[in-house]
């Protein structure tokens, strides 16, 4: 022990910082030789008080995920540039060992600790999620909001809302302003491309606003920015599958910390998507033309006169060609809307602003529905399934 005490002798350090109160003492043993090399031993560390866990989530906005342009480079930019205190919050990428993943892991399980809520109470794929590293504190932020309300909570039950409520929470009321809405500006442009042929019409206006309305739903759940809670593939999937699997829900959508999409990946989420509202739009069509020749029929039925004016309207191609203008029209115009329109430009400046914001998006869809119906008139009329009621077919 004598021994020992010729090379080494008690150093210590005192530092005291008024500003936060905290005074801290370190005691370390130091080799006492002539060598450049030192060993220090900590024997006491800074102690750490309550207010060194609160994490920098709290000085942006839940929206800030989801709003800025790019991917997780981005989304750190905006921590350390909105609080300051954060530095690079733990070194960032390229740190020892730190990933995105990790920082993900990290700020969900912070944001949990001051709801004071385990990973057990929360649903099964999302705290799946979290244990993996994918989805970010501000993610677990919005759930815990949307879980106090009853009808959100119930709807979050369901995987595809609650993807799509997570990546959106004012993703109903875009629904609810898109159904409501269909109706009367489509109504109205219909009247707008007939004019005085409207009434003459009715039946196929009518037609139109049964397959509009059908669609309208599905028109703004598929093309919805997501935050994907999916379970992995299995092994033994496909190539295909697995490719689609990896595409994003919206081609422009912004990607989450940790996360990336190709250009390859987004032009498949238009293609994925372009099928599911071709089958939409051809089975939305079937129960539309289905119904309006039932009209149509009684029509005849009861006012013989009307048996030469009114004729049916043609059920597979009215069907096929409605499919391919959701496919084509519709598919795109709804990705740019939301993905590029609501998410990366009115969201990232109006956040905070929540009745600004929903007024807005509220004129933007409305205005695109209408647009939709403009194009729908035009396009049936081009390829010859609908053709305006004063056309007549020459003879031979």
């Given at each position: 022990m004598s021994i020992a005490t010729c090379f080494f002798t008690p150093s210590f350090s005192i530092s005291t910082n008024n500003n936060n109160l905290t005074t801290s003492t370190t005691t370390t043993t130091k080799l006492n030789?002539?060598?450049?090399?030192?060993?220090?031993?900590?024997?006491?560390?800074?102690?750490?008080?309550?207010?060194?866990?609160?994490?920098?989530?709290?000085r942006y906005s839940p929206f800030l995920a989801f709003s800025t342009s790019g991917s997780d480079n981005n989304y750190n930019n905006n921590d350390n540039n909105s609080g300051g205190g954060g530095g690079n919050d733990g070194?960032?990428?390229?740190?020892?060992?730190?990933?995105?993943?990790?920082?993900?892991?990290?700020?969900?399980?912070?944001?949990?600790?001051?709801?004071?809520?385990?990973?057990?109470?929360?649903?099964?794929?999302?705290?799946?999620?979290?244990r993996d590293g994918k989805i970010p504190g501000a993610v677990i932020t919005r759930f815990l909001e949307l879980e106090k309300s009853?009808?959100?909570?119930?709807?979050m039950q369901f995987g595809g809302f609650k993807e799509r409520l997570l990546a959106d929470d004012l993703f109903l009321a875009k629904v609810g302003m898109e159904c409501g809405v269909g109706i009367f500006t489509k109504t109205a442009a219909e009247y707008d491309r007939r004019r005085e042929n409207f009434f003459n019409e009715l039946e196929i206006v009518f037609a139109d606003v049964v397959?509009?309305?059908?669609?309208?739903f599905m028109l703004v759940y598929l093309p919805a920015p997501t935050v994907s809670l999916r379970s992995p593939l299995l092994v033994s999937a496909g190539p295909i599958s697995k490719f689609f699997y990896n595409c994003p829900d919206n081609a422009f959508q912004v990607a989450l910390p940790?996360?990336?999409?190709?250009?390859?990946?987004?032009?498949?989420?238009?293609?994925?998507?372009?099928?599911?509202?071709?089958?939409?739009?051809?089975t939305s069509s079937l129960v539309g033309t289905a119904v309006t020749n039932a009209l149509i029929n009684a029509r005849k039925a009861v006012d013989k006169s009307a048996a030469?004016?009114?004729?049916?309207?043609?059920?597979?191609?009215?069907?096929?060609?409605?499919?391919?203008?959701?496919?084509?029209?519709?598919?795109?115009?709804?990705?740019?809307?939301?993905?590029?329109?609501?998410?990366?430009?009115?969201?990232?400046?109006?956040?905070?602003?929540?009745?600004?914001?929903?007024?807005?998006?509220f004129a933007v869809r409305t205005g695109n529905t209408y647009l939709g119906s403009l194009l729908w008139v035009d396009y049936a009329r081009f390829i010859g399934i609908q053709k305006a009621h004063d056309e007549k077919i020459l003879p031979e």
């Open positions: 030789l002539h060598l450049p090399l030192r060993l220090r031993l900590p024997t006491a560390a800074t102690p750490i008080t309550n207010r060194s866990l609160h994490h920098i989530h709290h070194g960032g990428k390229g740190g020892d060992g730190d990933s995105a993943g990790d920082k993900n892991r990290e700020e969900a399980m912070m944001v949990l600790a001051e709801a004071k809520r385990s990973l057990e109470s929360l649903p099964m794929d999302l705290s799946a999620a979290i009853g009808l959100l909570r119930w709807l397959m509009a309305i059908i669609a309208d940790g996360s990336s999409f190709s250009l390859l990946h987004r032009i498949g989420a238009i293609v994925r998507n372009g099928a599911k509202l071709f089958a939409v739009g051809t030469g004016e009114v004729e049916n309207v043609p059920i597979l191609s009215t069907s096929a060609a409605y499919g391919v203008y959701m496919a084509i029209s519709s598919n795109l115009r709804y990705q740019v809307l939301a993905g590029v329109v609501e998410q990366r430009i009115l969201e990232p400046f109006l956040h905070q602003h929540k009745l600004i914001l929903s007024a807005l998006c």
